[in-house]
């Protein structure tokens, strides 16, 4: 099981992810790291709660695709997260949502390995 800390760098790294998204794509506007802080927040939860049921109701289309349909299911849980914050996140279009969440994934994986995981206190 995630710590709290471990959870919390996940979200903070995400946020960072998803301002430099929001720098790549016209299409993807964030205002700024508090705005990415609550948009990684919710993606956090989608992705723990919304995803793995959208995964287990697509597995037919997703073995089909050879697993490329995981990358709709991302585009998704994204578009899902910008439809239940304010202005200060917008995705213009589907075909945004698709791309960014490809780039969002690869700038988070990169960050993620950057940052590593936090150390753990050993038992005695």
Known sequence: ????????????LNAIALLLVGELFNGFHIAGFKMALIAAIILSILNIIVRPILIILTIPITVLTLGLFILVINAITLTI????????????????????????????????????????????
Do not use: C, Y
Not at 1 to 12: N, Y
Not at 87 to 93: A, H, Q, R, T
Not at 96 to 114: E, N, Y
């Open 81 to 124: 997260t910008q439809s239940l914050m304010d202005s200060g996140f917008v995705i213009d279009n589907f075909s945004t949502a698709f791309f960014a969440s490809i780039i969002l994934s690869l700038i988070s994986v990169v960050l993620h390995r950057i940052v590593g995981k936090p150390d753990r206190p050993r038992r005695s």
């Open 1 to 12: 099981m995630r710590t709290f800390i471990e959870w919390f760098t996940s979200v903070f």
